[in-house]
């Protein structure tokens, strides 16, 4: 009881401390002065040592002129007691790198590791984040990570490449979140979406009609346990995302993706170019991803299907055909785009066809058994 007392006392002595110093109504320019002469790791003891000035230095750290972070790749290793977090951050056009490399390559990069989510996110607010290029976020267990970013980051943020490697049921709700905050993402890719037992109707809310409106490329796959994607699911959003540009969906539903198809060549999409004269390409990949047995032969038997869907639709052409070999098939479906008045605008669209060989907890490589490419202008 004492110790509690003691506590208790020395916050009180401590605010009272802080106030009779006047730090809180020093002019702009001594409060810039005096942040940017602190260090990350300055922040970090300040907070062991006044919780009421480490709250003063969040409050006014945007008076600074912050070093623009364009480049974010996070990895938790939930193993590690000591430094679980690690942190490769870029700057400017090297960013653009961190896409396609990991952490260990050799592009100019500086990594950064955290014995906790606090310091991680104390780390991200020393910096101008408000326009990445690129955000990976990793696989966490135990740590709700959507929600630490969804408190480190400003809102209204723009990110280029979202690359989020999991998203399972636990993440749902704080995953919907981070994504409502930050509606202005180019690219969405969700390598593995993990939800053995959620329904098709739940998806419907896993991503805000906001987050469609910019997006030029989306990205999902669900593991071979999960059938939580549907076809009215793919409606909305090809049909609510003007600059989509293209799609890559993933299962082990074969008649999911045979109903995706078919809504590819029909559903209607809002009007998206300004410019009746160009010429726009829309990608669709369906890919065939789980762990079977007879995998070959549960593609084999989608691209039979798809070949005879595609033979129902008008204006279909199929251009070219080769098996075991280089197995592709080319499809080509063109009309002119209603909302030219001259009929001079053409949209193209192509599907390609995948298979992924793998299981829930592997997401390997595909193996490229068949191509199947559509068009529609």
Same mark, same amino acid.
């Given at each position: 009881?004492?110790?509690?007392?003691?506590?208790?006392?020395?916050?009180?002595?401590?605010?009272?401390?802080?106030?009779?110093?006047?730090?809180?109504?020093?002019?702009?320019?001594?409060?810039?002065?005096?942040?940017?002469?602190?260090?990350?790791?300055?922040?970090?003891?300040?907070?062991?040592?006044?919780?009421?000035?480490?709250?003063?230095?969040?409050?006014?750290?945007?008076?600074?002129?912050?070093?623009?972070?364009?480049?974010?790749?996070?990895?938790?290793?939930?193993?590690?007691?000591?430094?679980?977090?690690?942190?490769?951050?870029?700057?400017?056009?090297?960013?653009?790198?961190?896409?396609?490399?990991?952490?260990?390559?050799?592009?100019?990069?500086?990594?950064?590791?955290?014995?906790?989510?606090?310091?991680?996110?104390?780390?991200?607010?020393?910096?101008?984040?408000?326009?990445?290029?690129?955000?990976?976020?990793?696989?966490?267990?135990?740590?709700?990570?959507?929600?630490?970013?969804?408190?480190?980051?400003?809102?209204?943020?723009?990110?280029?490449?979202?690359?989020?490697?999991?998203?399972?049921?636990?993440?749902?709700?704080?995953?919907?979140?981070?994504?409502?905050?930050?509606?202005?993402?180019?690219?969405?890719?969700?390598?593995?979406?993990?939800?053995?037992?959620?329904?098709?109707?739940?998806?419907?809310?896993?991503?805000?009609?906001? /987050?469609? #409106?910019?997006?030029?490329?989306?990205?999902? $796959? +669900?593991?071979?346990?999960?059938? @939580? &994607?549907?076809?009215? =699911?793919?409606?909305?959003?090809?049909?609510?995302?003007?600059?989509?540009?293209?799609?890559?969906?993933?299962?082990?539903?074969?008649?999911?993706?045979?109903?995706?198809?078919?809504?590819?060549?029909?559903?209607?999409? /809002?009007? #998206?170019?300004?410019?009746?004269?160009?010429? $726009? +390409?829309?990608?669709?990949?369906? @890919? &065939?991803?789980?762990? =079977?047995?007879?995998?070959?032969?549960?593609?084999?038997?989608?691209?039979?299907?798809?070949?005879?869907?595609?033979?129902?639709?008008?204006?279909?052409?199929?251009?070219?055909?080769?098996?075991?070999?280089?197995?592709?098939?080319?499809?080509?479906?063109?009309?002119?785009?209603?909302?030219?008045?001259?009929?001079?605008?053409?949209?193209?669209?192509?599907?390609?066809?995948?298979?992924?060989?793998?299981?829930?907890?592997?997401?390997?490589?595909?193996?490229?058994?068949?191509?199947?490419?559509?068009?529609?202008?």
């Amino acid at each position: 009881m004492d110790s509690e007392c003691s506590i208790m006392d020395s916050s009180s002595n401590e605010k009272h401390s802080e106030q009779q110093n006047g730090i809180f109504i020093l002019p702009d320019n001594l409060i810039i002065r005096i942040l940017s002469e602190l260090s990350w790791k300055d922040i970090l003891n300040v907070r062991r040592v006044s919780r009421s000035f480490s709250n003063f230095i969040y409050e006014n750290y945007h008076l600074l002129d912050r070093r623009k972070l364009r480049g974010v790749s996070i990895e938790c290793d939930e193993n590690c007691e000591g430094c679980p977090f690690s942190v490769a951050i870029t700057y400017d056009a090297v960013a653009r790198f961190m896409v396609w490399v990991p952490l260990h390559s050799q592009f100019p990069k500086k990594t950064i590791n955290f014995q906790n989510d606090e310091e991680m996110s104390i780390f991200f607010k020393m910096f101008d984040m408000k326009n990445l290029y690129n955000l990976t976020i990793p696989v966490v267990d135990n740590i709700d990570i959507f929600d630490i970013l969804t408190r480190s980051l400003q809102i209204g943020t723009k990110i280029t490449f979202l690359n989020v490697y999991r998203v399972a049921e636990k993440d749902f709700k704080s995953f919907r979140k981070f994504v409502g905050k930050f509606p202005r993402i180019s690219d969405l890719s969700i390598y593995h979406l993990c939800f053995p037992s959620t329904k098709a109707k739940d998806v419907q809310s896993l991503l805000p009609s906001s /987050s469609f #409106r910019k997006i030029k490329s989306f990205s999902i $796959k +669900e593991c071979h346990r999960t059938k @939580i &994607l549907s076809a009215d =699911f793919f409606t909305k959003l090809f049909r609510n995302s003007p600059k989509i540009e293209k799609f890559s969906i993933g299962s082990g539903n074969i008649e999911f993706l045979k109903s995706v198809f078919k809504q590819y060549f029909t559903v209607e999409q /809002s009007r #998206r170019l300004k410019d009746r004269y160009c010429y $726009k +390409e829309i990608r669709l990949e369906l @890919i &065939l991803n789980g762990k =079977f047995k007879n995998l070959r032969n549960r593609f084999e038997r989608l691209c039979i299907d798809i070949t005879n869907c595609s033979s129902e639709l008008e204006n279909v052409e199929e251009v070219g055909y080769k098996v075991r070999t280089m197995e592709w098939v080319d499809f080509k479906y063109i009309m002119d785009c209603k909302y030219c008045l001259e009929d001079r605008h053409k949209v193209k669209r192509i599907v390609t066809l995948q298979s992924f060989d793998n299981t829930c907890q592997e997401m390997g490589k595909p193996h490229y058994y068949y191509l199947s490419q559509m068009t529609k202008i």
